[in-house]
């Protein structure tokens, strides 16, 4: 089996996974600190636009001519917060970014060196990422204002998932199910699913550097399926 891993150089860190890294199936619950392993990674800009929003717990967006209700900010896409401070403990998401422009860092510190660093990820689409009451800081950089989520919310599953749309968690956005990509080229394919939105190396239960076609088994037991740089899933099983 290979390993797995992220790791920042500079800025920005890149996603790789050489072979496949599995682990006991776990606690599906978004909780747990941490790790940076990381086995490769390309530094970059960081993205500089952001959706306009405010700070931690602002209250929601309206949209002046509907008068609907828009998404709950907890706080917004650019800037670093302090955890119990500017941003409660808890679980996350933003969703609509694209080309990998969206970087965040969760930090035991605010020294800013690698050793701080306890996970981080580059993001196409929507991630969705548990901050812990352990951790210090949260960076986020060019990405689309954060919202809070809800452990108990429901959705509508879907059985054909965007090959570059970041995090799906699974019940909620994604179905469990057998899924299949095809047409995936130069090992620029990768899925992961996994127990929680850590991102910590213990988090992952399996993923994979795919070229050529995909097939994967989501189990309803996992909480995310994370898939970036693939041609689109369709539900097969």
């Known amino acids: 089996m290979g390993a797995k891993g992220k790791i920042a150089l500079g800025v920005v860190v890149s ?3 050489i072979g496949a890294v599995s682990a006991n199936a776990g606690d599906d619950g978004d909780s747990g600190s941490g790790g940076k392993g990381k086995d490769s990674a390309a530094s970059a800009e960081r993205g500089s636009g952001t959706e306009s929003g405010t700070k ?4 929601t967006k309206r ?3 509907a008068g609907k209700a ?9 800037g670093d917060f302090e955890v119990g401070t500017d941003v409660k403990p808890g679980t996350y998401r933003t969703t609509g970014n694209t080309d990998s422009l969206c970087y965040w860092e969760r930090a035991k510190d605010a020294s800013g060196e690698m050793d701080s660093i306890l996970a981080n ?3 196409s689409g929507t991630s969705y ?10 960076k986020s950089s060019g990405c689309k204002d954060w919202e809070a989520v ?4 429901t959705g509508t599953p879907a059985a054909l998932v965007k090959g570059d749309g970041g995090m799906h968690r699974v019940g909620v956005d994604i179905a469990p199910g057998t899924y299949r990509s095809t047409g995936n080229t130069d090992d620029l394919c990768y899925w992961e699913r996994t127990k929680d939105a850590s991102h910590s190396l213990e988090s992952i239960l399996a993923n994979n550097n795919v070229s050529g076609t995909a ?4 189990a309803a037991g996992d909480a995310y399926f994370k898939t970036t740089g693939c041609k689109d899933w369709k539900k097969t099983g």
Do not use: M
């Open 15 to 17: 996603v790789v996974a």
């Open 56 to 59: 931690a717990d602002a209250g």
């Open 63 to 65: 949209d002046a001519k």
């Open 70 to 78: 828009e998404k709950k900010v907890a706080f917004q896409g650019d």
């Open 121 to 123: 990820d580059n993001v």
């Open 129 to 138: 990422v548990t901050i812990p009451a352990g951790d210090k800081l949260f």
């Open 150 to 153: 809800d452990a108990k919310a």
């Open 215 to 218: 097939v994967v088994t989501v």
